[in-house]
């Protein structure tokens, strides 16, 4: 069963920089979809980044465009999310999601960052908390 495992949460001043990091394990096949979602308390989970075989396509939240860089290093099963100029409104509970299904790739150039939102497979989270 595919576990993943989030980490480089932190609280930080805004204007600051954190990179994320999800890695991959127990999986057979290939991660061909994988995304970052988060979750503020009282708010809905939404997704923020995803990408598709390994960077071939990488979608991001308009909220987070220009800030945020997706990556993924398929030699290393691991996801990655750079966060700059970060604000206080990016203060949630980090997630990341992936999917092994070649299908999933459709399904992330129709719907975007949303598209693994049923997925099977989520981390625990990585709390980040930017302060004003």
């Known amino acids: 069963r595919v576990q993943l495992v989030e980490s480089g949460g932190g609280s930080v001043q805004a204007g600051g920089s954190l990179r994320l990091s999800c890695e991959a394990s127990?999986?057979?096949?290939?991660?061909?979809?994988m995304a970052w979602f988060r979750q503020a308390p009282g708010k809905e989970r939404e997704g923020v980044a995803a990408?598709?075989?390994?960077?071939?396509?990488?979608f991001y939240a308009d909220s987070v465009k220009g800030r945020f860089t997706i990556s993924q290093d398929n030699a290393k099963a691991t996801l990655y999310l750079q966060m700059n100029r970060l604000k206080p409104e990016d203060t949630a509970m980090y997630y990341c999601?992936?999917?092994?299904?070649?299908?999933?790739?459709?399904?992330?150039?129709?719907?975007?960052?949303?598209?693994?939102?049923?997925?099977?497979?989520w981390g625990q989270g990585t709390q980040v908390t930017v302060s004003s």
């Open positions: 999601a992936a999917d092994l299904s070649p299908e999933c790739i459709v399904a992330m150039q129709a719907l975007g960052v949303m598209s693994l939102r049923r997925s099977d497979y």
């Open positions: 127990g999986y057979a096949g290939n991660l061909y979809c």
């Open positions: 990408v598709y075989h390994g960077g071939v396509g990488t």
